[in-house]
């Protein structure tokens, strides 16, 4: 008899990193069962949120843009050129290649967890911006960050954009930014992409869109569970969830049980009733003050912050500063 969940011996068929497997059976038998976003991430799951930056009711993608057309001679000015452009989840590599002729950097190099998806996107912009040096590190960036030594320690600018950073918990947000602090030199920076508090209608819609893409990538976390842990999930007994929960100043994404189940994996197996939920993202939306305070409190220094109209969005640069 299985009790609610159980962790049984390694089995020897699971197909991700023992680190991968033990980090996801953990999250499944946490009293809150969790997945991380950044499991949302494989080929298909790319591809989805490509398609979820299209929709009419993910603004970010376009007011993220605007700022960029707006104010991309003014971004220019404050970094200049030659700079190291560091991606930090790149995707499609696409935002990047948009700011090339503005920001004429000497290399480029795009991370991302989502390895295939990133190797196929660069192999495309290496052949449209053949003078630019570029590199794709396949990596998961949320515990460490580890440059390659043939990254040039000079003038690196982290590029964030897609407000990425409210994945984050406010407190890991900062241990996140310092890490990446670590990897500047004196003459080092970040810009940043961030969303920001806005009417919650607005923000719920973003996360639950009428066509249901935004439901199918946050299913299709359960696909690639299934394939890196070798889990039983039944996609069709799962259900999308999104809300804004105003305490805490986010986005919650859940999946949500729609009947009793039982799902085992090799090693550990959870049951769950109907109307249980897998908390899978969490999206923090801050004021631009307190977007700023994030950079200052880790080690950077806010050199401007462009935000569009509707004051939806702020694209921030800042200095590394201090030791
Ligand atoms: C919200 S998408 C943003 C994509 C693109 N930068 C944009 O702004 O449109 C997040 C990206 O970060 C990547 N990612 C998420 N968590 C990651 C992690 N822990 N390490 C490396 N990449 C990660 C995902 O694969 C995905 O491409």
């Known amino acids: 008899m299985l009790t609610h969940c159980q962790t049984e011996v390694p089995c020897p068929v699971a197909v ?9 059976s953990a999250g499944l038998c946490a009293p809150q069962a969790t997945i991380s976003p950044k499991f949302l991430y494989d080929p298909l799951g790319s591809r989805l949120f490509e398609a979820i930056c299209e929709l009419p009711e993910y603004y970010p993608t376009r007011t993220e843009a605007a ?5 991309g001679a003014d971004i220019a000015r404050a970094i200049g050129p030659g700079a190291t452009l560091i991606d930090l989840g790149a995707g499609n590599c696409a935002k990047a290649a948009s700011l090339f002729p503005l920001l004429h950097p000497d290399q480029y190099v795009a991370i991302d967890i989502s390895r295939d998806f990133l190797h196929e996107s660069l192999a495309r912009l290496r052949q449209r911006f053949p003078h630019i040096e570029m590199t794709a590190l396949g990596q998961d ?16 600018l982290f590029f ?8 984050f918990t406010p407190d890991e947000a900062r241990g996140f930014l310092r890490r990446v602090r670590a990897q500047c030199d004196p003459d080092g920076g970040v810009l940043i992409g961030i969303d920001l508090l806005k009417d919650e209608q607005t923000l719920a819609d973003a996360y639950d869109d009428a066509l249901g893409v935004t439901a199918a990538f946050n299913l299709n976390v359960l696909r690639h569970v299934n394939q890196l842990l070798g889990a039983d999930f039944d996609v069709r007994g799962w259900r999308h969830q999104a809300f804004f929960n105003r305490d805490e100043g986010r986005i919650e994404m859940h999946l949500q049980a729609m009947r009793d189940m039982l799902v085992r994996w090799p090693g550990g197996s959870r049951s769950f009733a109907r109307g249980d939920c897998i908390h899978t993202e969490n999206s923090y939306k801050y004021r631009k003050s307190a977007a700023i305070g994030l950079l200052e409190q880790s080690g950077f220094q806010a050199t401007n912050a462009w935000v569009d109209v509707d ?4 694209v921030i640069h800042a200095r590394a500063i201090g030791p």
Do not use: C, K, M, T
């Open 160 to 167: 964030y954009p897609g407000s990425s950073i409210g994945n």
């Open 141 to 156: 960036f949320s515990s460490r960050l580890d440059l390659p030594a043939d990254i040039s320690p000079a003038r690196r």
């Open 16 to 24: 991700a990193g023992a680190g991968v497997q033990a980090e996801l």
């Open 311 to 314: 004051e939806w969005f702020a």
């Open 67 to 71: 700022i960029f057309a707006r104010y």
